[in-house]
C-alpha cells in the first residue's frame, strides 16, 4: 500500500508557477511510491463585501475533498481577516488535518504558506519563488495600489516576523532560483546551511532544439514572450515600445505574445506604436504549439520587472532558444551574459531592453549559443537532475523531530493571541461607534 504525503498550497488552481510546482511534486511522489494529497487554502473569490465574505466562508467551513488538474484536492475555507492574519488558516493550525504526516512539501510563491506547519512543530519541506518584500515591491513598482498599502501597513513587521519564523522553522528551503537563495541567505545567514538552489524540473526529452523549426516557421522571424500578458509585473508596455524600436532596423521582424488574450491598454498601445501587423497574440495554445514556438523563436524576450524564476526562460532554453530579460530576479544566474542569453540592467528603458536584442540578433555566435542553451538546460534542470534533489530533501526530513518544546509552545500560544487580539481589537477601533450604538447601548439600557 502506498504511504500518504501531503502537499501543502494556498495558491488558486488557475494556471501558474506555483501549480506547475505543485504538479511536480504530485508525479514525482507518485513515482517513488506515495500517494500524495495537496491541500489548498481557498477564500471567497469575487467582488464581495466583507459581510458576503463571511457568508461565503461559514457556508464552506467544512474540509472538503475534490479533484483539481486531476490532483486529489483537499480544500479548506481561509477566513476573510487582513493579510497579516489569513495565513493562519484554522484547519491546518488547530485541527487534526495535517497533523499525521512526518513531512510536508510546501510549494509557493513567499514562504507563509507554512505558517500553521510552523506553529505546530510539523516538519516540512519549502520551495518558494521569492522573498515575499520583493515580490510586493515589484508590484508596486508597476502601480500596485495594495501592494503600496501592506508595505506601508503598521503591521507589515509582523508579516515579516511570521517570514522569519517560517524560514527559521524549515528543515529543508528550496529556492527556486539562485537569487533567491541569495537573497535568503542575505537576510538570514542562519539558515543558509539550509538553503539550496533548487529549480523547476524540465522534460529535456521533449523540451530540446528543433533545428529546422525557424525554417519553417509560419510567423518569419519572431521574438516570443509566453506568459499572463495582463499581469502588470510581466512589464509587456516595456517590450512593445522596446520592439518597436527594434523593428525600425529589423523590418520584417515579428512578435508573438501567448497566454492571456490582450486587454484594451495593450491593444491600444499596439494601434498607437503602428504595430498591428508585426505583434501576434495567440492566446493560451496547446502544449504542442507552445513547444514549436519556442522551437522556433529567434529569442525568447523576458521583460518582467520581477519573477521569482519563470518557467517559460528554462522552457525557452531546453529548447535551445537564447533569453533576453530584465535584472528580475530570478532568471539572474540562469540567464548569463554571453552563454545563454543577455541580461539589460536597465529594467525601466524601452531603448535598452531594444539594444539588448538587437546586440542579440546580431550575435555571430547566436548558433553556438543555441546549443550551449540546451546543454545548460540538460546540466541544470533537466528533470532526473531536479527529482534526485527532490527526493533527497523529502528523505531527509520526513523523519525529522516534530512538535514544539514547552517554550515554544508557549510562544506560540502567545503568538496565536496577539495576533487575534490586535485583529480584534482593530475592528473595534474602526467600528467603534456602531458597536456602541448597536450592542452595548441596548444591553447597558442606554438613552439615545
Known sequence: MAEPAAILTIEAASPGGV?????AIYVLMKTWG?????????????????????????????????????????????????????????????????????????ASGSAHVALPLALRGIPYVLWIATLYEDELRAKMSAGDKWAQRVLNSPTWPILQAQERWVLNKAARIMALSPHTAARIREWLPNVADRVETVLYPVDTTRFHPHHEAHSVAAEGEYLLLAARITDPRK????????????KQQRPHLRLVLVGEAPDDHLLSLVAALSLEEAVIFRGVVPPDELLRLYQGAALFVLPSAQEGLGIVVLEALAC???????A?????????????????????????LAQGILDLLDDPDRPAMRARCAAFAQEHFAYPLIAEKLRAAYEAVRN????LSRIGQVITAVWVMFVLATYVLRQMTLHWASIQQRIIDPLLGGVP
Do not use: M
Open 34 to 106: 506515495y500517494e500524495p494529497t495537496v491541500y489548498r487554502a481557498q477564500f471567497a473569490e469575487g467582488n464581495l463585501s466583507l459581510p458576503q465574505r463571511i457568508a461565503t466562508t461559514l457556508r464552506q467551513w467544512k474540509a472538503r475533498r475534490v479533484e483539481e488538474r486531476g490532483l486529489p484536492t483537499v480544500l479548506v475555507p481561509a477566513p476573510p481577516v487582513p493579510l497579516w492574519l489569513f495565513y493562519a488558516v484554522p484547519h491546518f493550525l488547530l485541527g487534526s488535518l495535517l497533523g499525521a504526516y512526518e513531512c510536508i512539501f510546501v
Open 328 to 352: 528580475s530576479g530570478g532568471p539572474e544566474g540562469i540567464v548569463i551574459d554571453g552563454l545563454t542569453g543577455r541580461v539589460v540592467v536597465e529594467v525601466d528603458d524601452p531603448a535598452a
Open 235 to 246: 512589464n509587456v508596455p516595456l517590450l512593445l515600445r522596446a520592439f518597436a524600436l527594434v
Open 400 to 403: 525529522a523531530p516534530r512538535g
Open 19 to 23: 501549480p506547475a510546482l505543485v504538479d
Open 320 to 326: 535551445g532558444t537564447p533569453v533576453v530579460t530584465l
